[in-house]
């Protein structure tokens, strides 16, 4: 048996709709408020958006606005009956596919998706995960106002969960998504279940999935291994900054892995005759300048993604510069940098810093203060202030695929140009990875803070 969270009711909902035809009251019900219940949660256990059931009780739009336990608040009749409903639907798939569906098709009827995650307040792998999940809740939600149906059963899974037990149960009515598992060792059992019933397994986290995903094509995983990771930001780096001069610098840190990156980065220039160099930042300031070319701009690397070594490293460039005005450097960094911004903006700015990453939020975006301030009205909570922003990679996930399967059906993949969501914070970009294997996220941004303080995304 699925193990709940007591205080999360929506853990196991179905986004459907259940009144009758004929509505002769003009509310459905009143429902007295229990201590912790949100408006989301009581929302989705009456089967209505939170919107309905906010227009509803005028006062829950007032700001500040809680609910308190004891409460009395109308429940309305969802705005679109069952009948009109199906239709709706149905004519939207058809008009997106061009051909009519099946009256079995996932396009005519709700989609079912189940959540294999860590869903608890024990660890920081469950808090994350929680958090994740709302956001795929909050994107079911949004959907519904769409017409988009989806029954969802979720589980608490932890590192020691047998998932195979959980999926042989459901075989009946086999899922159409699976979303999870967060830990590698739980892959094999989703994608033997998907083999099994051609159900598609959405991998968020996990980057160790490489055998499952040459054999299973309806896996899709979201974040690429380490290495094929590194190999897509060399090539992405040694297409962009063609005529520049690499300057690697050692930073002495013994903890660092990017190492990794830098002598791969160093192969590849090697074989193709680019020249670079390389120096420490325990160097002279005449030994570190010499590093510099003084006719062809220079981007600067450094061995380590951590902090301290970055802000040396800034006052090392500094000084440079103070003697050297006339040389041209920009930064090309990693994807931690992005948490440095709070100290380190300024400089990002003025050494024209690129980062390269799977994502991106921006903070001054009028779509992240809604999706924030709707997280926070629907769970009391703010978001984690985390990289990524697991609440907004879950209504990314959510949005994109289950918006997609509602359009092809279960002939959606992912590919480039299927979709026109424009993500919040994490695009997702499949490619097959072989004839008959799955699908990985190939999305790349190049994240670029240019001297005149803006921030620029450069995706492909």
């Excluded at 999940?133 to 932890?158: F, H, P």
């Excluded at 299973?216 to 974040?223: A, E, F, G, I, S």
């Excluded at 990693?334 to 810093?353: A, S």
Aim: with cysteine.
């Amino acid at each position: 048996m699925a193990k709940n969270i007591s205080w999360l009711l929506s853990v196991l909902f179905s986004v459907m709709v259940v009144a009758s035809h004929a509505q002769v009251n003009k509310w459905r019900d009143m429902h007295k408020v229990k201590k912790k219940e949100t408006i989301f949660g009581i929302a989705q256990h009456y089967g209505i958006t939170t919107a309905e059931l906010m227009d509803a009780n005028p006062e829950m739009k007032t700001e500040g606005y809680q609910l308190k336990k004891g409460d009395y608040i109308f429940i309305p009749h969802p705005s679109t009956p069952p009948a009109q409903e199906a239709t709706a639907v149905k004519t939207s798939s058809e008009k997106s596919s061009g051909s009519a569906a099946k009256p079995d098709d996932v396009r005519n009827r709700a989609i079912r998706l189940g959540v294999l995650l860590p869903l608890h307040n024990e660890n920081g792998d469950g808090r994350r995960m929680l958090e994740y999940y709302r956001g795929l809740l909050m994107a079911c939600d949004s959907l519904k106002q769409e017409g988009i149906s989806v029954d969802i059963k979720a589980w608490n899974t932890d590192d020691k969960t047998d998932v195979s037990k959980i999926l042989m149960r459901e075989t009946t009515h086999p899922f159409d998504v699976l979303v999870g598992p967060l830990y590698s060792k739980q892959v094999t059992a989703l994608s033997a279940y998907s083999n099994a019933y051609g159900t598609k397994v959405l991998i968020p986290f996990s980057i160790e999935a490489k055998q499952q995903l040459s054999t299973t094509p309806n896996l899709y995983q979201v974040y690429q291994n380490t290495a094929d990771f590194n190999e897509s930001v060399i090539s992405r780096y040694l297409e962009k900054f063609a005529g520049y001069h690499t300057v690697l610098i050692d930073c002495n840190d013994t903890t660092s892995k990017k190492g990794i990156f830098t002598f791969g980065l160093r192969k590849r220039l090697d074989t193709m005759g680019r020249d670079y160099s390389i120096t420490n930042l325990k160097s002279s300031e005449n030994l570190f300048a010499k590093a510099f070319s003084t006719t062809q701009p220079n981007v600067v690397i450094l061995n380590t993604g951590r902090s301290p070594e970055l802000n040396v490293a800034f006052a090392k460039l500094n000084n440079l510069l103070a003697g050297n005005p006339q040389l041209k450097v920009t930064l090309f960094g990693y994807t931690e940098w992005m948490m440095y911004t709070k100290y380190n903006l300024d400089n990002f700015y003025r050494y024209n810093v690129y980062i390269p990453a799977a994502f991106y939020t921006n903070p001054l975006s009028s779509k992240t203060a809604r999706i924030e301030k709707k997280y926070r009205w629907n769970f009391h909570a703010d978001m984690m202030q985390a990289l990524p922003r697991f609440a907004i990679t879950g209504f990314d996930h959510g949005y994109f695929f289950l918006k997609g399967i509602h359009q092809y059906g279960m002939k959606f993949t992912g590919a480039p140009g299927t979709m026109g969501y424009e993500a919040i914070q994490s695009p997702l970009r499949f490619e097959r990875v072989s004839n008959e294997g799955g699908w990985q996220n190939k999305t790349l941004l190049l994240v670029h803070y240019t001297p005149e303080h803006r921030v620029e995304i450069e995706a492909k």
